[in-house]
């Protein structure tokens, strides 16, 4: 029998990209199991995100909505995601659009039963210049710092057997919690692929990450993260 499937997606003002998410992970997840949902994270969009997601429900049975009263940020959607999650198997990436959730079945194959969590690296990151060289070095201190196991912390495009989630708890609630999530796994044994996946450039939306104040915040809490894990 395939496994049950949770897709969600956190959602900050992504109105022009979400609601093609939905429906080409509704497509996905009918090739790779018969029981599965969608689901959706709501951060506070102001940009009507919610009120097309409303109206997506009213035609998508698999479809569930987590409704944010405040932005909560990118780690608090994600832990709702976790939370809202009750099938076997639990993928998520981003509601931009930067990943195709179609090569979802890459990940998928290499779910074998000696693995727990499949990563996804991008083939070419798509992005303006700043940002890969920025991004190329945050990678590779924090993999550097933290013994990670993979190869790409910040390509959010995961698979993840549920059980994971049982074994610790997350609390971060900004883009740390990746780092986070990964590292406690690793301490506490899970084990993990690898699968390469494309990356696009931004169509609808701008980063919320990309500036020099969540950068240095980012950085505080790395440090603090550092200390509760590799201690």
Not at 64 to 77: E, M, Q, S
Not at 104 to 122: A, C, M, Q, S
Not at 127 to 150: C, E, K, N, T
Not at 163 to 177: C, D, Y
Request: aromatic share 12%.
């Amino acid at each position: 029998m395939r496994p049950s499937l949770s897709i969600f997606f956190p959602c900050y003002n992504d109105k022009g990209t979400i609601a093609t998410l939905v429906l080409d992970a509704k497509r996905t997840a009918e090739k790779l199991t018969d029981d599965f949902e969608i689901i959706v994270i709501d951060d506070g969009s102001t940009d009507g995100s919610r009120e097309l997601l409303r109206s997506l429900q009213d035609e998508l049975p698999e479809l569930k909505l987590v409704l944010h009263d405040k932005n909560r940020g990118y780690g608090g959607a994600l832990q709702s995601g976790f939370n809202a999650a009750s099938k076997e198997l639990v993928f998520y990436t981003d509601g931009d659009a930067q990943y195709d959730v179609t090569e979802l079945p890459r990940l998928w194959e290499k779910l074998t039963p000696n693995v727990d969590i499949v990563n996804g690296y991008k083939i070419k990151r798509r992005d303006p210049l700043h940002r890969i060289v920025v991004g190329s070095m945050y990678q590779w201190v924090i993999r550097v710092a933290f013994l990670l196991p993979i190869r790409d912390i910040d390509c959010d495009f995961r698979l993840i057997r549920r059980k994971v989630f049982g074994s610790f708890e997350l609390h971060s609630n900004t883009g740390t919690i990746t780092v986070e999530l990964i590292k406690k796994a690793q301490k506490a044994g899970f084990r993990f692929a690898e699968a390469p996946v494309s990356h696009r450039f931004r169509m609808y939306g701008t980063s919320q990450f990309f500036n020099f104040k969540r950068v240095t915040a980012t950085l505080w809490r790395l440090s603090g993260l550092w200390f509760e894990v590799m201690l």
